[in-house]
């Protein structure tokens, strides 16, 4: 079935560092939708991507999806102990579920 | 609204006791899903229902998982008999409808614990 890689697997950085994860598909995908997991909470939806190359902003997040929307990627810009979490890219499968990566755990250092 | 209800938060059991776990999905949400986490699996979908009806449980493990929903509020996810293996943390979601227009509510979630 279809399947994402989500790298780094992990990420440290300092306060004030930026912070990118990646989303990878060997196939072409669809849509796809990102989420943040706090520590010890439940997945939150952030954003949906559907448009080849479309980028979107909220505040210090910028999200890409890929020309070939076969990759996309979350950017933070000047990371904060508040963006600490882990986050995944869920792509939308064939029947309109989603397909949730690995995840990327950040953790930011004050 | 409250958002998603799910209950227990909490249960540890014994090897071969039956666990059921339940879920208040959004009010209006026509879809809801059942997911499982794990360090070593992630987020897994078990299985999803529209306006009750399961309609995709591929991602159940085995004959031991069952899941119902008898009505728009209410579904419940059963593991009989439950194993070690099924340590979890269980999450149910619930949306208007399907990707792309619409982003899924998670629950707080049930972790479970199978001595």
């Known amino acids: 079935g279809q399947q994402v890689m989500q790298i780094p697997q992990y990420q440290h950085v300092q306060e004030g560092e930026d912070f990118t994860t990646y989303c990878n598909s060997s196939t072409t995908l669809s849509n796809i939708q990102w989420y943040k997991q706090r520590p010890g909470g439940h997945p939150v939806f952030l954003i949906q991507l559907v448009k080849s190359g479309e980028v979107k902003k909220q505040k210090r997040l910028t999200f890409q999806f890929g020309e070939a929307k076969k990759n996309s990627s979350l950017h933070i810009t000047a990371t904060q102990t508040t963006d600490v979490g882990t986050y995944f890219c869920a792509p939308g499968g064939s029947q309109g579920n989603l397909i949730f990566g690995k995840g990327t755990k950040l953790s930011v250092k004050p | 609204d409250a958002g998603v209800i799910q209950s227990p938060r909490h249960e540890v059991t014994e090897m071969g006791q039956e666990v059921t776990l339940r879920c208040k999905p959004i009010s209006g949400h026509d879809y809801l899903f059942w997911y499982r986490q794990t360090m070593m699996r992630g987020l897994e979908l078990l299985i999803y229902f529209n306006n009750n009806v399961p309609i995709d449980d591929s991602g159940m493990p085995e004959d031991r998982f069952s899941a119902k929903m008898p009505n728009a509020s209410f579904s419940t996810l059963k593991i009989q008999p439950s194993e070690p293996r099924d340590s979890a943390v269980y999450f149910c979601?619930?949306?208007?409808?399907?990707?792309?227009?619409?982003?899924?509510?998670f629950g707080p979630g049930t972790r479970l614990t199978v001595l």
């Open positions: 979601a619930s949306s208007l409808g399907l990707a792309p227009y619409n982003e899924q509510f």
